[in-house]
Nanobody, 119 residues
Framework: VQLQACGGGAVQAGGSLRLSCAAS????????MGWYRQAPGKERKLIAG???????YYADSVKGRFTISRDNAKNTLYLQMNSLKPEDTAVYYC??????????????WGQGTQVTVSS
């Protein structure tokens, strides 16, 4: 399993970024996928998940601002991040689900991409 995230960077508050995660080594369309983030000094947390059937989950901290999506033909996961806030600053990781549903847990993580939001 390989998960390669990209698209991070530095942006001002209120701006937008789109993260992508290219997946390989497994049948992408058969597994839920998710995005985690880890801020300095804090634990890594799931912020968005998407199941095989398209069902989604968002943490309260990003609900209404972030959108998770997937393109099974391209084996790629996306995270559209709008109205970014300084508290969104973190390393963002894509993750492969253990099964088809976003709530079934995750077993592989990519290398992470840094997102920095300045005020």
């Amino acid at each position: 399993v390989q998960l390669q995230a990209c698209g991070g960077g530095a942006v001002q508050a209120g701006g937008s970024l789109r993260l992508s995660c290219a997946a390989s080594g497994f049948t992408f369309g058969n597994y839920a996928m998710g995005w985690y983030r880890q801020a300095p000094g804090k634990e890594r947390k799931l912020i968005a998940g998407i199941g095989v059937g398209g069902g989604t989950y968002y943490a309260d901290s990003v609900k209404g601002r972030f959108t998770i999506s997937r393109d099974n033909a391209k084996n790629t996961l996306y995270l559209q991040m709008n109205s970014l806030k300084p508290e969104d600053t973190a390393v963002y990781y894509c993750a492969k689900g253990r099964g088809a549903m976003w709530y079934a847990g995750y077993d592989y993580w990519g290398q992470g991409t840094q997102v920095t939001v300045s005020s």
